[in-house]
Nanobody, 114 residues
């Protein structure tokens, strides 16, 4: 069974940065396209960044130019570097394959507030 463990969230002021990590176990990680999703209170979960097995990357318009997704197949880990954070980025952040076919991890909470 695949397990996903997200980390790196926290409280940050607007304009600040955070780097999220997601470690996957129980799967051959390099065979899957991966994505970072987020869910804000009262809203549906959305895909904000994705990276294919061969490194092609896509971003939601809301984070383009501010977020950077990367992966380390040797470590079974996908990362999300988030810069110039805005209050509207406040959400629980989760990783999963794209499409999201694995069970969700617990996520990591990002709060952007002054």
């Amino acid at each position: 069974q695949v397990q996903l463990v997200e980390s790196g969230g926290g409280l940050v002021q607007p304009g600040g940065s955070l780097k999220l990590s997601c470690a996957a176990s129980g799967t051959i990680f390099r065979f899957y396209g991966m994505g970072w999703y987020r869910q804000a209170p009262g809203k549906q979960r959305e895909l904000v960044a994705s990276i294919t097995t061969d490194g092609r990357i896509n971003y939601a318009d809301s984070v383009k130019g501010r977020f950077t997704i990367s992966r380390d197949n040797a470590k079974n880990t996908v990362y999300l570097q988030m810069n110039n954070l805005k209050p509207e980025d406040t959400a629980g952040y989760y990783c999963n394959q794209v499409p999201a076919l694995w069970y969700w991890g617990k996520g990591t909470l990002v709060t952007v507030s002054s």
